[in-house]
């Protein structure tokens, strides 16, 4: 796996139409979500973006098919082969139940530690873009099953915002698109003892690194935000 996940967010300059014709490969959802079930999905097959589309503070999830978290568990087991034909008699003459006890004790007495759960899945990072837009109105969110691209709209004292989020088949970009407007975007700190997260800001770009406890892998994220005039 490549370490880094790229996230590029574009402010466009650009009139929105308030005349967007219905499309049939569209879905349209009404609302406000809060739980992640309900938030609006993309990906391209190893890269994955969930978008809650709150106006005023939206949340953006970034993931990716890779990322699980180390625990630390051990990984070793202890060799059974010279105990194989004891099972196989057990199970012939006491049944499977006391062969798999047999079996277990065993390897336990070997040093096996007994059963231990496999990482867990853990999101790549939660972004958050923040307006001052509270009076907003003609909420709208929908998904394109034909390009896979999010979109949540609504307006403000008359003026149309809209914001536009795919995930890029040919360079595993996750592209965000902003209205013109005033936003302060910002990237969530995770406190975990199981992974460490270093954040640098410059400019107009954020790079979070993060390495984990109990493996020598890790992942980085660029976000760069880029102001276009069309």
């Given at each position: 796996m490549d370490r880094k996940i790229k996230i590029t967010i574009y402010s466009m300059e650009e009139r929105l139409r308030n005349d967007e014709a219905y499309s049939t490969t569209k879905r349209y959802l009404d609302g406000n979500p809060s739980r992640n079930e309900d938030a609006l999905v993309s990906g391209n097959g190893s890269h994955g973006v969930m978008v809650f589309g709150d106006p005023i503070k939206d949340t953006i999830v970034g993931n990716h098919c890779r990322l699980y978290l180390p625990q630390g568990n051990s990984d070793q087991l202890p060799e059974m082969a010279p105990y194989l034909d004891k099972v196989r008699e057990i199970i012939r003459t006491k049944g499977y139940e006391e062969?798999?006890?047999?079996y277990y004790r065993k390897s336990t007495e070997l040093g096996y530690e007994g059963l231990t759960m496999s990482d867990?899945?853990?999101?790549?990072?939660?972004?958050?873009i923040e307006t001052d837009h509270h009076n907003?109105?003609?909420y709208r969110r929908s998904i394109d099953y034909e390009t896979g691209e999010?979109?949540?709209?609504?307006?403000v004292n008359h003026q149309s915002y809209r914001r536009k989020?795919?995930?890029s088949q040919t360079n595993n970009d996750i592209i965000h698109e902003l209205s013109p407007g005033n936003y302060h975007i910002s990237l969530k700190q995770y406190v975990d003892k199981k992974m460490k997260q270093r954040t640098v800001i410059e400019e107009n770009v954020i790079h979070a690194?993060?390495?984990?406890?109990?493996?020598?892998?890790g992942y980085?994220?660029?976000i760069q935000v880029i102001v276009r005039i069309s």
């Amino acid at each position: 796996m490549d370490r880094k996940i790229k996230i590029t967010i574009y402010s466009m300059e650009e009139r929105l139409r308030n005349d967007e014709a219905y499309s049939t490969t569209k879905r349209y959802l009404d609302g406000n979500p809060s739980r992640n079930e309900d938030a609006l999905v993309s990906g391209n097959g190893s890269h994955g973006v969930m978008v809650f589309g709150d106006p005023i503070k939206d949340t953006i999830v970034g993931n990716h098919c890779r990322l699980y978290l180390p625990q630390g568990n051990s990984d070793q087991l202890p060799e059974m082969a010279p105990y194989l034909d004891k099972v196989r008699e057990i199970i012939r003459t006491k049944g499977y139940e006391e062969a798999i006890a047999y079996y277990y004790r065993k390897s336990t007495e070997l040093g096996y530690e007994g059963l231990t759960m496999s990482d867990p899945y853990h999101p790549g990072f939660h972004l958050f873009i923040e307006t001052d837009h509270h009076n907003y109105s003609g909420y709208r969110r929908s998904i394109d099953y034909e390009t896979g691209e999010l979109q949540v709209s609504y307006q403000v004292n008359h003026q149309s915002y809209r914001r536009k989020t795919f995930v890029s088949q040919t360079n595993n970009d996750i592209i965000h698109e902003l209205s013109p407007g005033n936003y302060h975007i910002s990237l969530k700190q995770y406190v975990d003892k199981k992974m460490k997260q270093r954040t640098v800001i410059e400019e107009n770009v954020i790079h979070a690194q993060f390495d984990y406890e109990y493996s020598d892998a890790g992942y980085d994220v660029w976000i760069q935000v880029i102001v276009r005039i069309s």
